[in-house]
């Protein structure tokens, strides 16, 4: 970013300025010229009241470029900011996965019956099948045999291409991963835009601080609930976390340490 | 172990319920109720001669925890065997979970399998 390139030049130059203004202060105090010396500080205050104005000036232009980018303001403010398309977009996830669960859960129910029918009339006509191949079969439960295989063939098609047609639904409902995978694409894009650019605001801030000397509460930044009664949902890389069991086995190990 | 028992599915999603209904329905289970979270899924088991519950935890409203609590601390509920099939998984959550009386942890993703052998040790210890 060119502004940071800016900033750099500034800040080595504020430094500098500095630098070489008190080792002047000190050679003035040492050929005794007090009246020197006071004017040095005030020339030092004045450069660093300048730097600070200017800092601040970069910071304020630079906050406004971000509320402008993240399209936060007022005007628009619920019609397209980046934060409410990151929302809608996740949501539209939310509700992908759902149908696409459902849809699978739906084809599966209407498939298992019809597997399951294919399964006894087929043991249904083995029993007989086997009769006939031990020749214990009569001639007319022969006949009878084989309508119902003619049968059974008939049912075999039309349950098959059913459950064809289901496999292909199912297949078919997995295209969420490709859509809903391209949304949240977006979104990881645009939070990590989001961060180095706040990361950026952050940086500006630190040289006001400096130049101020004014020093953060290290604590404020690290109020965390960690409270363990409050669910926190999946462990990502979990295998990777001391105090998360990575799975069913870690769980009933540690249940079983337990007592149970 | 009793196939007609009374089974309370409580998840916010309703697609981690159907999926544990239709687990549950595979094992022979089929009189299974559903619902969202503690603060309905309570007054239907203060109200339902419920037998078994399987709860989440992570819910808006009631957690699975709190409602674990609940069920101990009510007088005609406290001995109702309670599985929790939830995605958290973190050592002190389970423990507290143990502590506040868990009959079963099964975590999330889980297999049918899995649902199968904790479902068939707790009515083991509760039959036994």
Not at chain 1, 1 to 11: F, L, P, R, W
Not at chain 1, 18 to 38: I, Q, T, W
Not at chain 2, 36 to 53: E, R, S
Not at chain 2, 57 to 82: A, S, Y
């Amino acid at each position: 970013m060119a502004s940071q390139e800016v900033e750099t030049a500034t800040e080595d130059s504020f430094e500098k300025i500095f630098g070489d203004k008190a080792k002047e202060l000190v050679s003035r105090l040492e050929n005794n010229d007090v009246a020197g010396a006071v004017g040095l500080i005030e020339d030092l205050q004045k450069v660093r009241d300048q730097n600070l104005y200017q800092e601040i000036g970069r910071l304020t232009r630079a906050l406004h470029e971000s509320i402008k980018n993240f399209k936060l303001d007022s005007n628009i403010q619920g019609a397209g900011s980046e934060i409410d398309e990151a929302h809608e977009g996740l949501n539209y996830v939310v509700n992908m996965t759902a149908k696409a669960a459902n849809k699978t859960m739906d084809m599966v129910d209407a498939a298992l019956p019809v597997s399951k029918s294919i399964s006894i009339e087929a043991a249904d006509i083995k029993q007989d099948w086997n009769r006939f191949l031990n020749k214990e079969l009569g001639a007319a439960d022969f006949r009878d045999l084989t309508k119902r295989i003619s049968v059974f063939l008939d049912h075999t098609e039309v349950n098959t291409n059913k459950l064809n047609s289901n496999l292909n639904e199912i297949l078919l409902a997995q295209d969420f991963q490709d859509l809903t995978g391209q949304v949240i694409q977006r979104i990881t894009t645009m939070v990590t835009d989001v961060e180095s650019r706040l990361v950026n605001l952050v940086a500006m801030a630190g040289h006001v601080d400096q130049m101020t000397g004014i020093k953060h509460k290290q604590a404020d930044a690290e109020i965390i609930d960690d409270n363990p009664l409050k669910g926190v949902g999946p462990q990502i890389n979990a295998e990777d976390k001391e105090d998360v069991a990575s799975d069913q086995v870690d769980v009933d190990d540690l249940l079983s340490s337990l007592g149970f | 172990m009793d196939k007609n028992m009374k089974i309370l599915v409580v998840d916010d999603f309703s697609t981690m319920r159907r999926i544990i209904k239709n687990l549950l329905r595979d094992l022979g289970f089929t009189n299974t109720q559903e619902a969202d979270d503690g603060v309905t899924a309570l007054p239907m088991l203060q109200n339902g001669d419920f037998d078994f519950l399987v709860t989440d935890w992570n819910m808006p409203g009631m957690t699975g925890i709190e409602l674990l609590k609940h069920v101990r601390e009510d007088e005609r509920l406290k001995t109702l065997p309670v599985l929790m099939v939830t995605a958290e998984a973190k050592r002190d959550q389970i423990v507290a979970a143990a502590q506040a009386g868990v009959n079963g942890y099964v975590i999330k993703p889980f297999t049918a399998a899995v649902l199968k052998e904790k479902i068939e040790k707790i009515f083991e210890r509760v039959d036994g």
